[in-house]
């Protein structure tokens, strides 16, 4: 029963999304075109959805604790296993809750770290039951002390194997497959986190949107597996020429982000020249007909609503398209 209970509860350790936002609708973007340039904007407006958000979870908040907060936690846990045990009428068998301190060790620590808390467990049990009973038959309980352990270290390999499946799926679902840089539910997780971050020191954070102009020519005329390759290099271009601290993401399709935090408009748009050109010279290289349009914009503080940030970035990224692309535009919104 008590197995099935935990094997339950570890299924529900997952990530709990839901959406938070979204932005539907026609994007209005003025004509930026220089005078008498005889350019006209051949793109219809364009209807996109934008999810993101979610809700931290119990497991979700521990892991973002450091060790020194989830020993102390798990000291508890078996402090009070021990103490449950202590006030238990003599019979009562009380071993099963020390699985708490053990299962918690185990996932948010390590399983050598579980198995250690496990033999502790049973030492610390075994010692208060023949405390309890003092005259109990000292076989029987040693014998019953060597089960439990068993137990116990049944459920240390078992949570150690579930936890390594769980870290290995949760890295997947965060990470876009074909560029192996974080995906569009990575970023907007991040974008969240940074967003408040900002707000709350006053910091700057520019978030900037890059579009690949006249990709679908690359398929139409090499295949996708070319297409592919394009996207490759783009994103190592993007992830190798950023801080440790900026995020990179492919978004979807042809569509890339950048988040810059603790960074001015001057210094982003310095940063994305520089990878513009970087881009531009992958692409003469290969000989593939492939600009960038890239829109920027910078808040200092941010607002509260990501969706302002976001539309914002959008917008920008749709002016320098409309106005031929293979440009960068940037904008500066201080509050």
């Known amino acids: 029963m008590q197995l099935q209970l935990l094997f339950h509860l570890l299924s529900q350790v997952r990530d709990e999304w839901t959406v938070d936002a979204v932005i539907v609708g026609a994007r209005t973007v003025h004509d930026v ?3 008498g340039s005889g ?16 809700h931290m979870n119990l497991t979700q908040f521990m892991a973002r604790q450091n060790k020194v907060v989830l020993a102390t936690t798990g000291i508890g846990l078996l402090v009070i296993a021990i103490l449950i045990q202590l006030v238990s ?15 918690f060790f185990a996932w948010f620590l390590s399983g ?14 075994l010692a208060m039951h023949r405390t309890i009973v003092p005259y109990a038959r000292d076989h029987i309980a040693y014998w019953n002390a060597l089960a439990w352990l068993a137990l116990y270290i049944f459920f240390v390999q078992i949570i150690s194997e579930v936890r390594n499946l769980y870290t290995r799926e949760r890295a997947w679902s965060h990470t876009d497959s074909l560029t192996g840089i974080p995906n569009r539910r990575s970023f907007f997780e991040q974008l969240d986190v ?28 090499f295949g996708h597996n070319t297409g592919d390759q394009l996207l490759k290099i783009v994103g190592r271009i993007m ?18 982000a950048m988040l810059f935090p603790e960074t001015t408009e001057v210094s982003a748009a310095a940063a994305l ?5 970087s881009l531009n010279a992958a692409m003469k290289q290969h000989d593939w007909p492939v600009t960038f349009s890239i829109g920027a914009v910078t808040f200092q503080p941010p607002p509260e609503s990501v969706q302002e940030i976001i539309g914002a970035a959008d ?12 440009r960068s535009l940037s904008i500066d919104q201080v509050a």
């Open 33 to 35: 075109s220089p005078e």
């Open 39 to 54: 350019f006209r904007n051949t793109r219809t407006p364009m209807q996109r959805t934008y999810t993101y958000g979610r």
């Open 315 to 326: 917008k920008a990224m749709y002016a320098v398209k409309k106005n031929g692309g293979g």
């Open 273 to 277: 020249a520089k990878l513009r050109s």
């Open 89 to 103: 009428p003599a019979g009562f068998e009380a071993h099963i809750f020390y699985l708490v301190p053990i299962s």
């Open 239 to 256: 992830a190798d020429g950023v801080r440790r601290a900026d995020i990179v993401a492919r978004l979807g399709g042809d569509e890339f």
């Open 194 to 221: 940074e967003k408040s971050r900002a707000r709350r020191y006053g910091r700057p954070l520019t978030l900037a949107y890059i579009d690949l102009d006249h990709f679908k020519q690359i398929n139409d005329r």
């Open 112 to 125: 050598r770290t579980g198995l250690v808390v496990s033999i502790l467990s049973t030492a610390a049990a």
